[in-house]
């Protein structure tokens, strides 16, 4: 007599939930069935072949994931920033972790589940190594793939609690977020961290485009916003005599002054901040504060730079005359041409001034900042993330609003792909000497030019180009062109060609910069390394 489905003879004969009268290549079909399912639909093995019960309640687990994962790609799709405030806030972030970590381990005991319900023992004794080798690998590939995330996410909400603050979120000013950008010297001889480098980065708020206003560290009579404590002290201007630049503010207000921002985390940094938006007539809301030491740190995990160097820089030795600000034999050079920097030679090629001005610097600077940008690329990101997140938190401080973190990134990913308008408080936009006594008038009608809507760039603008032809290229300025007015200056381009050799034919070595430095020739060595403001990130 037939037997119904219902009888328990035909349930034992069921080789998915009952392997024991099946053939061995039967066995080893349902074993590597069931990994599959529980890869791609876990819980679904649990079903067909073990415990419904705990099959059931992960397959429901399943289906609620993927939901989520649909809506999630809808709000990427819809309202991006949205999506990233989520994951850059501290208590989302916390509980996106919570769940990654949870669902990771729930996947991993259903692996452990479904390899007891494979039943081993019952394989022939060549597949059972096998398949342990990819219930292992399954198991890693997919709950430690999710773990993963979960750690990254973890490094990333850490670092971001460490740079970012808790304070409230920055509204935009005249349909833009202006954000100061110092690159902080600090040294055992000076006291506080002194901003060597200063620059704005002024976004759209709405179609992320941007633009870099370069100021000089040497701005003399820097004027403070209006509002600001520091006004007060300096109605007409921070105009106490030539020790009294731009970059003095910080050091002068954390020594004497830090009691006129009272609640303030770094008062020498907002008065900077202050500084600058006076000097240039805009409301900066927000400053990035990058230490130069702890800078190198940041390229070595990043695992370096590549650039194409217009001249050669020196690694500058100790200053052996301070009034003309000469220096001693230097330490190393950095030759001109396509060069593949560590993190302590990226710092000195972006610090170095001796032998040229600061403007050549500057160029230097913006160069390696956007090779930086350029080079990030998402494999580097994602092999060497721990280092990179833990090198940041040494190297940036900043006061702005981790809760607006989201919309910031949201803003950069919108002005990847479109042109930089540039300027420059000096060469190649003003006169050298201009620093020493600017015309703020000049300054705030150029900077409105800079920051009109039009997306199209002047010709005599200094531009960061990102189009597919020269994505991220830094079209920096020629040789310092002494105190020609920046309509004579050449326009600036990438197309230039490193100087290794002097104009006789020989080539530019070590040892000939250094015996010209031992016989004192600084003139013979500034006239060789004069292009060392060209760069281009490779």
């Not at 090198?391 to 809760?403: E, F, L, M, R």
Request: glycine share 10%.
């Amino acid at each position: 007599m037939h037997k119904t489905s219902n009888q328990p003879g035909s349930a034992l004969t069921d080789p998915v939930r009952y392997p024991s009268g099946a053939s061995a290549p039967v066995r080893t079909k349902r074993a590597f069935v069931l990994v599959l399912l529980t890869l791609f639909v876990p819980g679904s093995a649990q079903i067909v072949a073990g415990d419904r019960k705990l099959g059931r309640n992960a397959l429901r687990v399943t289906l609620t994931v993927w939901a989520l994962a649909l809506v999630t790609l809808l709000i990427a799709l819809v309202n991006r920033t949205m999506l990233l405030s989520i994951a850059t806030h501290p208590v989302g972030s916390l509980v996106i972790i919570v769940v990654l970590v949870a669902l990771a381990l729930g996947w991993a005991y259903l692996f452990l589940n479904t390899f007891r319900i494979i039943r081993p023992a019952l394989l022939a004794p060549g597949m059972r190594p096998i398949i342990a080798v990819v219930v292992a690998v399954s198991t890693v590939l997919a709950s430690g793939s999710l773990g993963y995330i979960a750690y990254v996410l973890n490094v990333s909400r850490n670092a971001i609690g460490s740079i970012f603050q808790a304070g409230p979120a920055i509204d935009p000013v005249d349909g833009r977020y202006n954000f100061l950008m110092m690159g902080g010297d600090a040294g055992d001889d000076r006291t506080g961290r002194r901003p060597d480098s200063l620059s704005v980065i002024s976004v759209d708020a709405k179609t992320g485009e941007s633009a870099i206003i370069s100021v000089p560290r040497n701005l003399q009579n820097a004027q403070f916003s209006e509002g600001s404590p520091m006004r007060g002290i300096y109605p007409e201007g921070y105009n106490c005599g030539d020790e009294c630049l731009i970059n003095a503010v910080n050091t002068e207000v954390t020594n004497n002054y830090k009691d006129l921002y009272p609640g303030v985390a770094d008062p020498g940094a907002q008065a900077t901040l202050e500084a600058v938006s006076g000097t240039l007539g805009i409301t900066v809301q927000a400053y990035v504060l990058v230490d130069m030491d702890g800078f190198a740190k940041l390229i070595d995990a990043m695992g370096g730079i590549r650039i194409k160097a217009g001249g050669w820089v020196p690694i500058s030795g100790p200053v052996t005359d301070e009034a003309n600000g000469i220096h001693g034999m230097p330490d190393g050079w950095i030759p001109a041409g396509d060069q593949h920097l560590d993190g302590f030679h990226a710092l000195w090629y972006g610090r170095s001034r001796e032998f040229v001005d600061d403007y050549a610097r500057i160029a230097r600077q913006q160069c390696v900042q956007q090779a930086m940008l350029k080079q990030l690329d998402p494999a580097t990101l994602l092999t060497k993330f721990e280092d990179i997140a833990n090198a940041g938190t040494k190297v940036v401080d900043s006061n702005i609003s981790s809760n607006q973190l989201g919309s910031f990134v949201d803003l950069a990913l919108k002005s990847k792909n479109q042109p930089v308008k540039r300027l420059t408080i000096g060469p190649p936009d003003f006169d050298a000497s201009f620093s020493t006594v600017p015309d703020f008038d000049l300054i705030h009608s150029k900077v409105q030019d800079v920051l009109a809507s039009s997306n199209a760039p002047k010709a005599s603008d200094a531009v960061v180009s990102h189009d597919r032809a020269a994505a991220g290229t830094v079209m920096a300025a020629g040789p310092p062109a002494g105190l020609l007015p920046a309509s004579q200056l050449p326009s600036p381009s990438a197309d230039f060609t490193p100087v290794t050799t002097t104009p006789d034919g020989t080539p530019i070595t070590i040892e000939l910069l250094n015996g010209l430095k031992a016989q004192g020739d600084e003139q013979g060595i500034r006239d060789l390394v004069a292009t060392n403001g060209q760069c281009a990130p490779l």
